[in-house]
């Protein structure tokens, strides 16, 4: 069995680093998606729309060649009706996890694969995170700690933003990192692949 390249449609490292974590190998290819919100347009078809983009853009890109699979995902924090994007600058994150202070906050997490056969997958991962409640010394020490400004939401659980937190609901905390790994393989054995196949070869 010829076994398709993966190309990974971000120019994120932390997508990057999450899927260099399974030892798999992989291209990365920069995806030209809008990431502008639709009007009245909830935040997990948000996050779904723009991670089918994404991999329909580097499908696009690759048309004329054969034998890949491409990989979008896009992030959306959501709390209550209102969306939460990457802050951008520290007062921005203050303002963000000010208002996270004793709430629970979603990140949907969407996966889309499509192949040069033309199979296709797309879905949706939520994972919940229950802040503390903070102080402004707290929110402003942790955001000189990890400058967080370029992470939906905020905060990197992966490190010091792991102690603004009281509680989580989810099945893959890589979902919440930026990449559902779970899901996946899940959608990789629907393709009739295992993760193993792609792993590097020495």
Same mark, same amino acid.
């Given at each position: 069995?010829i =076994?398709?390249?993966? =190309?990974?449609?971000?120019? $994120?490292?932390?997508?990057? %680093?999450?899927?260099? !974590?399974?030892?798999?190998?992989?291209?990365?290819?920069?995806? #030209?998606?809008?990431?502008r919100? &639709?009007?009245?347009? @909830?935040p997990? $078809?948000?996050?779904?729309?723009?991670?089918?983009?994404?991999a329909? !853009?580097?499908?696009?890109?690759?048309?004329?060649?054969? @034998?890949?699979?491409?990989?979008?995902?896009?992030?959306?924090?959501?709390?209550? @009706?209102?969306? &939460?994007?990457?802050?951008?600058?520290?007062?921005?994150?203050?303002?963000q996890?000010?208002?996270?202070?004793g709430?629970?906050?979603?990140?949907s997490t969407?996966?889309a694969? =499509?192949?040069? @056969?033309?199979?296709?997958? $797309?879905?949706?991962?939520?994972?919940?995170?229950?802040?503390?409640?903070? $102080?402004?010394?707290? =929110? #402003?020490?942790?955001?000189?700690?990890?400058?967080p400004?370029?992470?939906? /939401?905020?905060? %990197?659980?992966?490190?010091?933003?792991?102690?603004?937190?009281?509680?989580?609901?989810?099945?893959?905390?890589?979902?919440?990192? /930026?990449?559902?790994?779970?899901?996946?393989?899940?959608?990789?054995h629907?393709f009739? &692949?295992?993760?193993?196949?792609?792993?590097?070869?020495?």
């Amino acid at each position: 069995m010829i =076994i398709p390249r993966l =190309i990974l449609g971000s120019t $994120s490292s932390y997508r990057k %680093k999450l899927l260099e !974590s399974l030892g798999v190998t992989f291209a990365q290819m920069p995806p #030209d998606t809008d990431e502008r919100p &639709y009007a009245q347009e @909830n935040p997990r $078809s948000l996050a779904l729309r723009l991670g089918v983009s994404k991999a329909q !853009s580097i499908a696009d890109q690759l048309q004329n060649e054969a @034998n890949w699979i491409s990989i979008g995902s896009d992030q959306v924090c959501h709390f209550g @009706n209102k969306f &939460y994007g990457k802050p951008g600058t520290a007062e921005q994150a203050a303002l963000q996890l000010t208002a996270f202070s004793g709430c629970w906050v979603t990140f949907s997490t969407s996966l889309a694969l =499509i192949a040069s @056969n033309g199979q296709t997958f $797309s879905a949706v991962e939520d994972y919940e995170c229950r802040f503390r409640t903070l $102080s402004s010394k707290e =929110i #402003d020490t942790y955001i000189k700690l990890d400058q967080p400004l370029d992470c939906a /939401g905020s905060i %990197k659980v992966e490190q010091a933003g792991v102690s603004l937190l009281c509680d989580t609901r989810g099945r893959d905390v890589n979902a919440l990192y /930026g990449l559902p790994l779970m899901l996946l393989t899940e959608a990789l054995h629907s393709f009739s &692949y295992n993760i193993f196949d792609f792993i590097k070869k020495s």
